[in-house]
């Protein structure tokens, strides 16, 4: 089945950097990879997905890039502010409709 | 909220006892997942539905059962609680029908001692 690699699993960035997330997969059939934000004690909420028919999307401070050649994917946020400090998933889906999650990345944004 | 509703959202168990957890969806999706997250491991899937009595194991299914006799209604069951299935248990669903756009319940914190 489907193995996704996560990294770093902690990042600290000054605000006002960018911050840059990034994932691995091993199923070259999987072709929908999103990504998630979750705050302590809340549920992981959907922040942006790419599907792999899709190189690159963008949505305001954060994009995510797709490297189907080299099964990778990354999360890229500009202009870090505090609120952003959260731990970020990515996933990817393998046959069968499934989502397979990456360990997950503490984005810590210092101000 | 997304429609979906988890109960209990609290709960602390004696091991060997039975517990069972209920998501509860409003819209009528057709995929409903229950992932299980614990430090260092991210989300990992239990069990999942692809309608009313269509089920089929994840990666971490061994200590747990489910069914589904309605569309809106997906149980989960630990039929002998261990302490190694104290976790935060989160229900959800794919809103568009192929998986995709997966959206997750508020969770269920369980403690077994």
């Known amino acids: 089945g489907e193995n996704v690699e996560q990294h770093p699993s902690t990042l600290s960035v000054q605000e006002g950097d960018s911050a840059v997330i990034k994932c691995t997969y091993s199923d070259s059939a999987s072709n929908y990879f999103p990504w998630y934000k979750q705050e302590l004690g809340k549920r992981p909420q959907l922040i942006i997905d790419i599907r792999s028919n899709v190189g690159e999307k963008k949505d305001q401070r954060i994009a995510v890039t797709l490297n189907k050649t080299a099964k990778h994917f990354s999360l890229h946020i500009t202009e870090t502010q505090p609120e952003d400090s959260a731990v970020y998933f990515c996933a990817a889906k393998e046959y069968g409709n499934k989502l397979v999650f990456g360990a997950g990345t503490i984005l810590r944004v210092k101000s | 909220d997304a429609g979906i509703t988890q109960s209990p959202r609290h709960k602390v168990t004696e091991t060997g006892t039975p517990v069972t957890l209920r998501c509860h969806q409003t819209e009528n999706h057709r995929y409903m997942y229950w992932y299980r997250q614990d430090p260092g491991h991210g989300l990992r899937l239990i069990h999942y539905s692809y309608g009313v009595k269509d089920t089929d194991k994840g990666e971490v299914s061994d200590g747990y059962s489910v069914s589904r006799s309605k569309t809106e209604d997906f149980l989960l069951t630990l039929e002998s609680a261990t302490s190694s299935q104290t976790s935060v248990y989160f229900c959800?669903?794919?809103?568009?029908?192929?998986?995709?756009?997966?959206?997750f319940g508020e969770g269920s914190w369980l403690t077994v001692v």
């Open positions: 959800a669903i794919s809103f568009d029908g192929s998986g995709n756009t997966i959206y």
